[in-house]
């Protein structure tokens, strides 16, 4: 499972930055879009577990991951919905991090991420059943 190992790197080295007071704007847009790059490729593997292709999707890929994710997990109840919402408001703070350059990312806000990829995470890995 490429995507786990990428997503418990990813965290890892968000919060080693993060420890090593590598906290800049630049190093804040740089993690805001690797934290939620690695929360999207979660639900990939999460939906090709349910015999869906999502390396195959061409158009608006983020928004049919997260509605695949919704129809296929959350309404049936094997993903709650605040899991769900995570990965939406990661992708918001990766698109803000990358298009809204007099946006001021702001030490809470970046450490919020990092505790919001690491819930999505655990959840992620006890619907897979490796915790």
Do not use: K
């Amino acid at each position: 499972m490429i995507e786990l190992d990428f997503s418990i790197e990813t965290l890892a080295n968000a919060r080693a930055f993060l420890q090593l007071e590598m906290r800049s704007q630049w190093i804040y847009r740089l993690l805001l879009a690797r934290l939620y790059y690695a929360a999207h490729h979660l639900p990939r593997l999460l939906l090709r577990s349910v015999g869906l292709a999502p390396e195959q999707w061409r158009r608006d890929v983020h928004h049919r991951v997260w509605s695949e994710l919704r129809q296929h997990y959350v309404n049936i109840g094997r993903m709650n919905i605040r899991t769900l919402n995570i990965l939406e408001r990661l992708r918001r703070r990766r698109i803000r991090a990358d298009y809204e350059l007099h946006f001021v990312i702001r030490d809470e806000y970046m450490d919020e991420a990092v505790v919001l990829f690491a819930d999505y995470l655990n959840a992620c890995q006890q619907i897979l059943g490796v915790t």
